[in-house]
């Protein structure tokens, strides 16, 4: 009976461990931007089953990595007696074709020519902007496996790597030249130099990784949209497929850099005592729009990604808000008819306008009408007008601020599609046109139908006599 029991356990228990070898899910972190060169001793001195599991490893190492032009980027340089690049960075953009790359990949034998490697990663594969090459302005980093037997010169061309930018990781499966392996390597060597057995490798797969992403992580978060009174903010999403959440703290910077309402550095938000707004997005959220700012200010704002499973540094970034320009500042006339006219303003800015309001009447001394447009909406028909009549029509956007601005036309009906109609509207005299002109700045607008129009005031052109319609 116990043993049956026995059994049963096992049976139970076999799925759950093959899963937590399996590791994580591949492409889940969405977190890093930049380019890993691995460079792989594949010489005489390394056993095809030493070779294989080095496979293994990096097969394990680099599947959570969501890849990419603007994600991760991996590369393959094998060291043998005539190092090969089996591929460069552009070559694999998915997980599944940069798996069965890796299962493919046969050793080269022969010699340990570590040096001459470096000369290719140096001059080709990890210079920004060559062919195949690393991407200029991103993280650049190297990742030498070997057995440690015979590395040969190499301080002198991994000390110019570092000196060029890159990062330098070693992992040896041998325990010998610890002196020489620990020169090459990128400070911290207590981060960078792994030593392990062949057949342990999967023990630092996890350290070796959070090391990778400590350098190429994308902490970086961009400003677009910006306006009089909003900005987005957009980020790369490295909560996806955790639990968490990112909180956003925004505020502008006073003059002399200091947070409104208290102290600060105008880098970030100061949490001491500073008046900030907090907001909060879900872990699959990558932007937030911010409102109700204040027009020609300078802003900073910061994001945290919160999260139990992993700590993340704190992103931040300023911006100015743009002058405000407030709606309407231009308004027009179109598809005049004998009994309508459609009047149409801007800018739209639904952000700050809640309605906006026509006014219109029959000049000199017509029955005022109104009505009521949507703050989304930028024009309107007027219908149900006197023809051959000339109207004063008035836009006022009533904002949020509660403040109001206006601006008026003057519009001119037409009777039937007779042109002489059109006469009547336009200033009878040039004393006419010049006490239009010296009441207001204008401009003409160029419309579908013949008209002119100056700001405040509009009406519509004649048609030259030889003109058909």
């Known amino acids: 009976m116990e043993s049956h029991l026995l059994t049963l356990l096992l049976v139970c228990l076999l799925p759950r461990t093959v899963y937590a070898q399996a590791g994580a899910p591949e492409g889940v972190l969405n977190c890093c931007e930049g380019d890993v060169l691995f460079l792989l001793d594949s010489s005489g001195s390394v056993s095809s089953y030493e070779h294989s599991r080095m496979l293994d490893f990096l097969s394990e190492l680099l599947l959570p990595f969501s890849l990419g032009e603007d994600q991760v980027r991996i590369g393959l340089l094998q060291v043998g007696t005539k190092p090969r690049l089996e591929f460069g960075f552009d070559t694999y953009r998915t997980q599944s074709s940069l798996q069965a790359a890796l299962k493919a990949t046969k050793p080269l034998r022969g010699d340990t020519n570590t040096v001459q490697a470096l000369k290719i990663a140096k001059d080709g594969v990890l210079r920004p902007g060559s062919a195949d090459g690393a991407r200029p ?24 790597l570092r000196g060029e930018g890159v990062a330098v990781l070693v992992v040896s499966t041998g325990h010998s030249n610890y002196q020489v392996l620990r020169q090459v390597v990128s400070p911290p060597a207590e981060n960078h130099l792994y030593f392990v057995d062949i057949d342990d490798m999967s023990i630092i797969v996890e350290d070796l990784r959070d090391a990778i992403i400590e350098i190429i992580r994308a902490e970086h978060m961009t400003v677009r949209e910006v306006s009089s009174s909003a900005a987005t903010l957009q980020w790369r999403p490295v909560l996806s497929g955790m639990r968490g959440y990112y909180e956003i703290r925004f505020s502008p910077i006073l003059s002399g850099g200091t947070g409104n309402g208290g102290s600060g550095t105008g880098t970030s938000p100061s949490t001491g005592g500073s008046q900030y707004q907090r907001l909060v997005q879900s872990s699959d959220s990558n932007a937030i729009r911010l409102t109700g700012l204040t027009p020609d200010t300078v802003y900073t704002a910061t994001l945290t990604p919160e999260s139990n499973e992993q700590a993340f540094n704190t992103l931040s970034v300023t911006f100015t808000t743009q002058s405000e320009v407030q709606s309407p ?25 809640t309605s906006y309001y026509i006014e219109y009447s029959a000049l000199p001394t017509g029955k005022l009408q109104t009505a009521t447009v949507d703050k989304r909406q930028n024009s309107t028909l ?88």
């Open 382 to 469: 007027l219908k149900n007008l006197q023809t051959d009549t000339t109207y004063l029509v008035t836009v006022s956007a009533r904002h949020s601020s509660g403040k109001e601005k206006a601006m008026s036309v003057k519009v001119c009906t037409q009777e039937g599609s007779t042109v002489d109609h059109l006469v009547k509207c336009w200033p009878r005299s040039s004393e006419d046109l010049g006490s239009i002109l010296a009441s207001t700045v204008w401009s003409l607008h160029v419309l579908p139908v013949p008209a002119w129009v100056f700001s405040r005031h509009s009406g519509f052109l004649p048609r030259p006599k030889n003109m058909q319609h």
């Open 329 to 353: 500042s231009v308004v027009t006339v179109s598809e005049s008819g004998p009994t309508s006219v459609r009047v149409s303003w801007g800018p739209l800015q639904p952000e700050i306008v």
């Open 137 to 160: 302005g991103l993280p650049r980093v190297l990742v030498w496996l070997t057995d440690g037997v015979k590395p040969g010169d190499v301080i002198g061309p991994m000390a110019e």
